[in-house]
């Protein structure tokens, strides 16, 4: 089988499922492509950028696919005018919700009023998150299906030995509003412990500074599915983490980790104090979201789950 992988980039939570995704599935014996288009670095013109210049590249190339998957929405444009038997369009978060918050309201209008026309392209829509799958059926009565992620196991063979460091609370993500790093700095003066900010490092040195932390926060305003919670939960780094989106998918409240809802800095500050107070209670916690990513978060589970969509797919 023949496949063109479409994403912004392969780095970080979506471009790095797409990359590990597509390195997998070669592994397996699939022929997998990745396109990769530079696009203006400003905040506001990536995606637009990105949007035009990929449609541009595919329309020129001559290259013909079984299946095309596009990984968020800005790709579908590109996913459009590629040359395929079948088109997937995957989803992390719904799209007008993320713009809602971030931008203009002549933007977010805008998003609203087009976004349903773009999914129509794609023959089919995946999303790591059963929130996320609800939540476009609610909104617009689109049936998505379910297709989790996975973390890679092996690729943490390289990270080196640490020593924990006593009170170090890690923080991995992008310095943004939808990730909530406003509300974690309003905290921050409360909080018994020293935050690191892992907001533009190298996977494995944010990997390296999660593994030396006490615990680690993910304070967002929404999320679908983060990939950083279930590297946490490998390294047996426990997690408070908002109440939002596909989080309570990850963490039972108690079991699994530690849910609090957003918005709210003292009830951080707080719940985080305890924690770090609390060796007993963190290693209840690690060993549980431990033994759950073992036995449910790896590419050995969520492999053949791939492989078995795209055959199906393929062959309706």
């Not at 023949?2 to 970080?12: A, Q, V």
């Not at 599935?25 to 995606?47: A, F, Q, S, T, W």
């Amino acid at each position: 089988m023949k496949l063109l992988f479409i994403s912004p980039r392969y780095s970080g939570g979506i471009g790095g499922h797409a990359n590990i995704l597509a390195t997998k599935l070669r592994e397996y014996g699939y022929e997998v492509d990745i396109m990769k288009v530079p696009h203006i670095p400003i905040k506001n013109l990536k995606n637009p950028s990105f949007a035009i210049l990929s449609s541009f590249k595919v329309m020129l190339t001559r290259s013909s696919y079984d299946i095309i998957h596009a990984f968020n929405l800005p790709s579908a444009f590109a996913m459009k005018f590629a040359k395929g038997k079948k088109k997937i369009l995957s989803l992390y978060g719904v799209y007008q919700d993320q713009m809602s918050i971030l931008h203009s309201k002549s933007v977010s209008s805008m998003v609203k009023n087009v976004e349903p026309k773009i999914i129509k392209w794609a023959d089919a829509i995946t999303t790591d998150s059963k929130a996320t799958q609800k939540r476009y059926k609610e909104l617009l009565g689109v049936h998505v299906d379910y297709l989790p992620t996975a973390i890679d196991t092996k690729k943490f063979q390289n990270i080196p030995k640490v020593e924990k460091k006593e009170g170090q609370i890690a923080y991995i993500g992008r310095d943004s509003f939808e990730k909530g790093t406003d509300i974690l700095r309003k905290a921050e003066s409360k909080i018994e412990g020293k935050i690191v900010y892992c907001t533009n490092l190298p996977w494995e040195d944010a990997m390296t500074v999660l593994k030396s932390s006490q615990l680690m926060v993910v304070p967002s305003r929404m999320e679908s599915s983060p990939t950083t919670i279930k590297e946490s939960f490998f390294l047996k780094v426990p997690v408070v983490a908002t109440k939002v989106g596909g989080i309570p998918e990850l963490i039972e409240n108690g079991k699994t980790g530690i849910l609090i809802h957003p918005e709210d800095p003292l009830l951080l500050a707080k719940t985080v104090n305890e924690l770090l107070n609390d060796k007993k209670r963190q290693k209840t916690l690690t060993d549980a979201a431990y033994d759950l990513i073992i036995k449910n978060m790896t590419w050995n589970d969520v492999l053949p789950m791939y492989v078995n969509y795209y055959e199906n797919m393929l062959n309706s």
